[in-house]
C-alpha cells in the first residue's frame, strides 16, 4: 500500500512530534540531532512541493522563518503582574498570617501553597486556540509584550499543538500558557565558545543570553541557541474546569508541556519553608539557574478572593536567594591562551569561599570588559558565581583603592610563545601555528570527552607531556609509550596502564567524533556530524573544495573556508599521517551509514530535468535516506546523473566528465533496491 502525500507529511511529522518528547520531555533522545534534522529537511522538502498541506502545527514551522524588520505589539488579556519578594524564613510567615487575615481564616489552620523554583529567564505567554499555538509575546509593561511568536515557535519544548493526553480531555477553544524562557547551563557554555571563536563578546549570564536569543529579529538564528522553557501558569482560558493550581500544572503537562518536576505542594508554611530551604543548598545540582522559589496560594477560588494590587497579585511571593556572591582581592591578571589562539585575560584571586567551593580564579570575558569595568590588579573585587560556570568579576570596589593598584595593558605578545598578537573582534589572538599553550589547549580538547574521550587524558597530564617535550600535537599521542607516563607526576603504574589503554580504545572512535576533535575554527561537534555523514573519509573532506563544502546543507561559505585552510595547512597533513600511521580511524564505519544500498550510499547525485513519478525534492529526499548525498552542480567528484524530461545544460557537462548517467527506470531501479 502506498500512502499519498498527505498521509507521507502527517506521518513525518508524527515522527517528528514523537522524537521532540523523547529529546525534552523524557530526555531520552533515541536519534542523534543530525537525524533528527534530516527528517525536518525530508519534510520540508515535500512541503516545497506541496505548500497547500502546510500547517501551522507543522514541525518545519520551528526551523525559522525570513528575518523581521521589527516586533509588533501584543497586548495581554491579563496583565502579567510581577511578584513581590522576600529574602527571609519570618517574611513568608508573615506572608501566611496576612493571608489568612484577608480572607477571614483561622490563624491555626493550613493554607495548601505550590512552592516551583524560581527560572533565572524570560517570562512569556503563549496563546492556544483550539490547541494550536497561535502566538507568543514577552512580559513587556506587564500589560504589552513584544511579538516574539516566530522565535518562539524555534523551541521545541513548546508544542505547536497540544495533545490530550486521553480522549476523554476537551482541548479548550482558548488556553494561554505562561512560562519561563531559559538557556540551560551547558547551552550558554557551548553558545559563549561559539562566541569567543567567532570574536563576539560573551553573554554576562545564562538570563542575558536567553532575554538576547528572544529579541533576535533573525528567527533562523533562535533557531540554532537550544532555548527551553518551564511553563508554570495558566492565564486566560475557557471551557475548563480548574480547582487548584496543582489542577492547572497537571493539565499543562498532560498537554506536552515540560512542567518542572521540582515543583511541590505543600500543606502548610512550615513546608514551604522547609523546600526552600533544602533548594538553597541543592541549586548547584541544576543545569539551570535559578535564584530563588516562588511561592503560590494553591486554591484558585481563595485566589480570586485575595486578588491583587496595582503590581503583584496577593496569592504569591518569591522567596529571593542572596545572590552568590563574594569579595575579594584581584591579585593579579593573566593571560590564558585558548586553542585556537584566543587570549583571554583570566583574574587570580585571594582564595575566597563562594557557593560552597573555594574560588581562587575568575573569568574577566574580554579586554573592553575589563576597561569598561576599570578593573586592576590589586583591586578588591565582587566575584559572582553563575550554576556551574566559572565565577566572574562583577564590579570593582573603588573606595578600597590606596593608589597601588596597576592599569591593565593589553599584552602586545603571546604571553607564551612571545609572537605577536592581532585584534580579532573584542580578542586579541596569537597566530603562531607553534605556540605551545594553543598546542596544549587543542590536545586537552582533542582528548575531551566531546570529542576522542580518552579517559584520563586531562588537562594536568597533558601540560606535563608538553613541557617535557613528549607531545608537540594531538597525534603524539598515539606514540606515547608506558614509560613515558610512568615516571610524571600522580601517574603510577595502575593509571599509567589506564591511561594507555584508553588511548588504544580511542583510535576506534566513530569519524564525526574525529573530526570534531581537530579542532578546526568554527566546526563544533553538529558541523563535525554534518560533515561525517557527507564524507566517507578523512582524505575526501581534506581535498573537498570551497565551492564542494558550501553546497553542503548547513555548510557556510565561513565554515568552508576554515576547513578549507586547516587541511592546506602543512603541519595538519603531518599529523593526519601520523594519525592514519598510528591506526586511528579516519573512516566512515558501516553503522554511521543510515542505509545499506552499497550502490547508493556515500554517493553523490545531480539531479536535471522533471522526473515522471517524483517530484524533484521526492527523489532528492529518497537519495538521501539511502545515505547518497545531493549536490547542485555536475563536477568530475559526482557519481551519478539522473536525467528527466528537458535536461539542462548538466546532462552535457556530464558527459563531457563522463559521469555516470540515469534515467528514471535506472534512477527507480537503484532506489528500490535499497529498500530491501
Ligand atoms: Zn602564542
Known amino acids: 500500500m502506498t500512502l499519498t502525500i498527505k498521509e507521507k507529511i502527517e506521518q513525518l511529522r508524527d515522527i517528528i512530534r514523537y522524537h521532540d518528547r523523547r529529546y525534552y520531555l523524557e530526555n531520552n533522545p533515541e536519534i542523534t540531532d543530525f537525524a533528527y534534522d534530516q527528517l525536518v529537511q525530508e519534510l520540508?522538502?515535500?512541503?516545497?512541493?506541496?505548500p497547500y498541506l502546510i500547517t501551522a502545527d507543522s514541525p518545519t514551522q520551528r526551523v525559522g522563518g525570513e528575518p523581521l524588520i521589527q516586533f509588533s505589539t501584543i497586548n495581554h488579556k491579563i496583565p502579567?503582574?510581577?511578584?513581590?519578594?522576600?529574602?527571609?524564613?519570618?517574611?513568608?510567615?508573615?506572608?501566611?498570617?496576612?493571608?489568612k487575615r484577608m480572607a477571614g481564616i483561622d490563624m491555626h489552620r493550613d493554607i495548601e501553597y505550590v512552592v516551583e523554583l524560581k527560572i533565572d529567564g524570560v517570562a512569556i505567554t503563549l496563546w492556544y486556540e483550539k490547541g494550536l499555538f497561535v502566538h507568543g509575546a514577552t512580559r513587556g509593561d506587564g500589560f504589552k509584550g513584544d511579538d516574539v511568536t516566530a522565535n518562539l515557535r524555534t523551541v521545541r519544548q513548546i508544542p505547536l499543538k497540544l495533545e490530550p493526553p486521553d480522549r476523554r480531555q476537551k482541548i479548550p477553544s482558548?488556553?494561554?500558557?505562561r512560562g519561563e524562557i531559559y538557556l540551560t547551563n551547558n547551552e550558554f557554555q557551548r553558545l559563549n565558545e561559539d562566541r569567543e571563536e567567532a570574536g563576539e563578546p560573551q553573554f554576562a549570564n545564562p538570563r542575558n543570553a536567553a532575554a538576547g536569543t528572544l529579541k533576535l529579529l533573525d528567527p533562523r538564528i533562535t533557531a540554532k541557541r537550544r532555548l527551553s522553557i518551564f511553563p508554570y501558569a495558566i492565564g486566560y482560558f475557557e471551557e475548563l474546569e480548574l480547582a487548584t493550581h496543582k489542577d492547572c500544572l497537571k493539565l499543562l503537562q498532560g498537554f506536552g508541556l515540560p512542567v518542572n518536576p521540582h515543583?511541590?505542594?505543600?500543606?502548610n508554611i512550615d513546608e514551604v519553608?522547609?523546600?526552600?530551604n533544602t533548594w538553597d543548598k541543592r541549586r548547584s545540582e541544576l543545569d539551570y539557574m535559578i535564584d530563588g522559589m516562588v511561592v503560590k496560594v494553591n486554591s484558585l477560588a481563595l485566589r480570586d478572593q485575595l486578588g491583587a494590587t496595582s503590581k503583584a497579585p496577593r496569592w504569591a511571593i518569591s522567596y529571593k536567594y542572596q545572590p552568590e556572591q563574594a569579595t575579594t582581592k584581584l591579585e593579579e591578571i593573566e593571560m590564558q591562551v585558548g586553542k585556537t589562539g584566543t587570549i583571554t585575560p583570566v583574574a587570580n584571586l585571594t582564595p575566597v569561599l563562594l557557593a560552597g567551593t573555594t574560588v581562587s580564579r575568575a573569568t574577566l570575558h574580554n579586554f573592553d570588559e575589563i576597561r569598561r569595568k576599570d578593573i586592576r590588579a590589586g583591586d578588591y573585587v565582587v566575584v559572582q558565581k553563575a550554576g556551574e560556570i566559572i565565577p566572574q568579576v562583577?564590579?570593582?570596589l573603588k573606595e578600597k583603592r590606596d593608589g597601588t593598584e596597576s592599569v591593565f595593558c593589553e599584552p602586545e605578545i603571546c604571553p607564551e610563545c612571545k609572537s605577536t598578537v592581532r585584534k580579532d573582534g573584542v580578542y586579541l589572538r596569537c597566530h603562531n601555528p607553534l605556540c605551545l599553550s594553543q598546542a596544549k589547549r587543542r590536545i586537552q580538547y582533542f582528548a575531551s570527552r566531546q570529542a576522542m574521550d580518552i579517559e584520563g587524558f586531562g588537562p594536568a597530564l597533558v601540560e606535563q607531556l608538553v613541557d617535557k617535550g613528549f607531545l608537540k600535537d594531538y597525534a603524539d599521542i598515539y606514540y606515547l609509550t608506558f614509560d613515558d607516563l610512568v615516571n610524571l607526576e600522580r601517574m603510577g603504574e595502575k593509571s599509567s596502564s589506564n591511561v594507555m589503554h584508553a588511548i588504544e580504545e580511542s583510535k576506534n572512535r566513530d569519524f564525526d567524533r574525529l573530526i570534531c576533535a581537530l579542532g578546526i575554527s568554527n566546526v563544533g561537534f553538529h558541523t563535525a556530524e554534518?560533515?561525517?555523514?557527507?564524507?566517507?573519509s578523512l582524505d575526501t573532506l581534506a581535498t573537498a573544495t570551497q565551492e564542494e563544502l558550501e553546497e553542503i546543507y548547513e555548510i557556510g561559505p565561513v565554515v568552508a573556508k576554515s576547513i578549507?585552510?586547516?587541511?592546506?595547512?602543512e603541519h595538519t597533513r603531518d599529523i593526519i599521517e601520523k594519525l592514519k600511521a598510528a591506526r586511528v580511524n579516519t573512516r566512515k564505519l558501516a553503522r554511521q551509514t543510515s542505509t545499506n544500498n552499497p550502490k547508493v550510499a556515500g554517493r553523490s547525485f545531480v539531479i536535471t530535468g522533471t522526473l515522471q513519478k517524483y517530484s524533484r525534492n521526492e527523489a532528492e529526499a529518497l537519495i538521501r535516506k539511502s545515505g547518497g548525498r545531493i549536490i547542485s552542480s555536475v563536477s568530475k567528484k559526482t557519481d551519478y546523473l539522473v536525467v528527466g524530461d528537458d535536461p539542462g545544460s548538466k546532462l552535457d557537462k556530464a558527459r563531457e566528465l563522463n559521469v555516470h548517467i540515469l534515467d528514471e527506470e535506472a534512477f527507480e531501479n537503484m532506489i528500490q533496491n535499497s529498500k530491501e
Do not use: G, P, W
Open 273 to 276: 519553608i522547609q523546600h526552600c
Open 263 to 267: 515543583t511541590r505542594l505543600c500543606k
Open 530 to 536: 554534518v560533515l561525517a555523514n557527507h564524507f566517507d
Open 564 to 569: 578549507v585552510d586547516f587541511f592546506r595547512n
Open 174 to 177: 482558548v488556553l494561554e500558557v
Open 80 to 99: 502579567m503582574l510581577s511578584i513581590d519578594n522576600t529574602y527571609s524564613d519570618k517574611e513568608l510567615r508573615e506572608f501566611d498570617q496576612r493571608i
Open 394 to 396: 562583577v564590579s570593582v
Open 44 to 50: 520540508q522538502n515535500l512541503e516545497k512541493t506541496h
